[in-house]
């Protein structure tokens, strides 16, 4: 974690920094640091501080513009391709601002329920993934707006899950693959009934047993046949 040391607010913009230590030997200029999962560019940095801009898009979607000196903030680094993947795939790009709405303890875990907005909750999946705050949890449950997660005392530790409460607001990013997923077959042939029949693809896909589909198309049939779909 760092600390905001300063904020400067623009018309439509601000610009941010943070006091910082473990994330700052190596920095350059142009590097992106993710500040509470937000990715942003290094514009300026010294020994002990780094500065990143934020434009009105990314105070619309985040959190970032309520922050105030002295806040903690979750830094990391972008992941350096070779390195193992602790977590899952996770872009920066924030999909939505959630809001804690409960919180209890369950022997040594912290349980926590965050509201998602329908842009979010409509990617949430029981055991899937989702970053809050830049932090790659376990999805435990889901309702039709809201999500529960489960901390470790070292996450808990380490981020400022620790030390947020109820009422306080996180920045949500979807698992990108389930994006990916949704915007293939919405690109799909649609039946009478807005089912998706086809989605053609521009080269021939493997179905579970390693054979292709002739003609390149993905079919309901072979989703099913392959275990995605019930």
């Known amino acids: 974690m760092g600390r905001v040391h300063s904020i400067r607010h623009g018309s439509r913009s601000a610009r941010l920094t ?13 590097d992106s640091i993710a500040v509470n999962g937000v990715c942003l560019t290094v514009t300026e940095f ?3 501080t780094f500065a990143v801009d934020v434009m009105a898009e990314t105070l619309k979607r985040t959190n970032l ?8 903030v979750n830094l990391e680094r972008a992941l350096r391709v070779g390195d193992r993947l602790g977590g899952h ?19 040594i875990a912290r349980i926590i329920e965050i509201s ?28 039709d707006h809201s999500f529960t997660l489960s901390l470790i005392p070292h996450t808990a530790k380490m981020t400022t899950l620790g030390f ?29 009934f807005g089912e998706i029949n086809e989605v053609q693809t521009d080269s021939h ?11 390149g198309g993905l079919t309901l049939e072979m989703l099913v046949k392959s275990g995605f779909l019930e």
């Open 89 to 107: 795939i996770v872009s920066g790009h924030i999909d939505g601002v959630g809001r804690i709405l409960r919180e209890e303890k369950q022997d």
């Open 46 to 48: 010294n020994a002990s």
């Open 18 to 30: 943070i006091k910082a230590d473990v994330i700052l030997p190596g920095v350059k200029l142009g």
């Open 116 to 143: 998602a907005p329908p842009g979010v909750a409509r990617y949430t999946i029981e055991k899937g993934s989702i970053t809050v705050d830049g932090i790659s949890l376990t999805i435990v449950s889901v309702t």
């Open 164 to 192: 947020k409460g109820v009422g306080d607001t996180v920045n949500l990013e979807a698992d990108i693959i389930g994006k990916y997923v949704e915007r293939l077959l919405s690109r799909g042939r649609r039946g009478e």
């Open 65 to 72: 513009g309520c922050l105030v000196p002295g806040d903690r």
């Open 205 to 215: 896909l493997p179905d579970a047993t390693g054979s292709t589909v002739a003609g």
